[in-house]
C-alpha cells in the first residue's frame, strides 16, 4: 500500500511539473505575412474616439485587410533596381550608382502609399496630420519622394539627418517613390500626429516600425 501511494505521489509530482513547464513555455512568434506585389497603403490613418492609430491596409489579396505593422515584411525584389541618375537633385539615392525604388505609379511591385480618409473633416487644425520619420535602420539611406517632369521632390530623407516631417490632409489618398539605396533589411519608423481643433492639444499615434527587405 505505501510503495502504490508513493508511485501515486511520483506521477502526480510528474504531471504537476509537466503543467507549470506549459504554463511558462515560451510562445513562438507567428511568422510575418510577407507583401511583395500589389496595392497596399502602408501608412493608414484612422481617428476614431479620441484615438489616432496606424495600421497597414493590404490590398493585394481581393479583399481589403488592416494588419499591424509588426506583423507585415515589405519585399522589394532585385527588379526593383533603377540607375541613379548622374544630376545632382537625384544625389539622395546614394553614390553607389544604383538604387531599388518602389515606384509611385502601378509596375508589377509593391504598389506603396499612404491613406488619412479615415480622419474625419474638423478634427484635426487646419484638417491635416503630420508624418514623422523618426529613426530608420539598414545597411544603407532611405527615402520617399515624387517625380514630377523629371525632377524628385524629396519628402523624406534618412541621408540628411532625422526627424523628417510631412503635413499630410485629410482625406488623402497618395502614392510615393521608396526609396533604398543598397540592399538588405531595413527599419523605418514613422510617428503620426495631429493638433485638435478643439482644444489645441497634440495626440499621436505612437511610433510604428515598418520593416523592408531588399533583395540584392
Avoid: C
Avoid at 59 to 84: H, M, Q
Avoid at 91 to 102: D, K, M, N, P, R
Avoid at 162 to 180: E, I, Q, R
Amino acid at each position: 500500500m505505501n510503495s502504490m501511494r508513493t508511485r501515486n505521489r511520483f506521477f502526480a509530482g510528474l504531471l504537476l511539473t509537466g503543467a507549470l513547464l506549459v504554463g511558462t513555455a515560451t510562445p513562438v512568434a507567428a511568422a510575418p505575412v510577407v507583401l511583395s506585389s500589389g496595392h497596399v497603403d502602408m501608412i493608414d490613418v484612422d481617428y476614431a474616439a479620441g484615438a489616432l492609430t496606424v495600421n497597414v491596409l493590404d490590398g493585394t489579396g481581393t479583399t481589403s485587410v488592416e494588419r499591424n505593422p509588426a506583423d507585415v515584411l515589405f519585399r522589394v525584389p532585385n527588379t526593383a533596381t533603377i540607375t541613379v541618375p548622374s544630376a545632382s537633385a537625384w544625389s539622395f539615392l546614394g553614390t553607389g550608382g544604383q538604387a531599388w525604388v518602389l515606384p509611385q505609379s502601378s509596375a508589377g511591385l509593391l504598389w506603396v502609399g499612404w491613406n488619412t480618409a479615415e480622419v474625419p473633416s474638423g478634427i484635426f487644425q487646419n484638417n491635416r496630420v503630420t508624418f514623422k520619420l523618426t529613426s530608420v535602420s539598414g545597411p544603407a539611406g532611405f527615402s520617399v519622394y515624387t517625380v514630377s517632369g523629371g525632377t524628385p521632390t524629396v519628402l523624406f530623407d534618412s541621408g540628411n539627418g532625422l526627424p523628417d516631417s510631412l503635413n499630410v490632409n485629410y482625406n488623402t489618398h497618395a502614392h510615393v517613390n521608396w526609396g533604398f539605396d543598397a540592399a538588405g533589411t531595413y527599419a523605418v519608423t514613422f510617428e503620426v500626429t495631429g493638433m485638435l481643433a478643439s482644444s489645441g492639444a497634440t495626440v499621436s499615434s505612437g511610433t510604428k516600425t515598418f520593416t523592408f527587405e531588399v533583395l540584392s
